[in-house]
């Protein structure tokens, strides 16, 4: 894929929001983080945590987001999988961003 450092997906898909076999462009922030739920259909939670420095303290304190993520047909994910996510464009009224690959495949 053009721009970003992913390995391109074994399988294929005919979904038109796929970045790789579809026609969905990226663009913007690319993210890591570790998959909490993949119930939804072609949706997964992807947890991130990261550190934010308060200035009256001078410490950093420790905090984590979720993101729903669109998860195209080509990639398998389980509970507990590192993932690299890319945003998109608004692809649901949650959804912001399409996943680009699993770690460990």
């Not at 796929?18 to 890591?32: M, N, S």
């Not at 909490?36 to 259909?41: G, H, L, T």
């Not at 912001?96 to 699993?102: A, R």
Request: net charge positive.
């Amino acid at each position: 894929m053009v721009g970003l450092n992913v390995q391109e997906p074994k399988t294929t898909c005919d979904d038109p929001n796929c970045p790789f076999h579809g026609t969905l462009p990226v663009r913007g922030q690319v993210l890591e983080g570790v998959v909490v739920s993949n119930k939804a259909e072609k949706t997964i939670s992807v947890e991130r945590s990261f550190y934010k420095f308060i200035r009256k303290y001078e410490r950093y304190e420790k905090r984590k987001s979720k993101i729903n993520v669109h998860k195209p047909d080509c990639f398998e994910v389980n509970i507990g999988d590192l993932v690299k996510v890319a945003e998109c464009r608004p692809l649901s009224k949650t959804k912001h961003f399409v996943l680009v690959e699993v770690k460990g495949e």
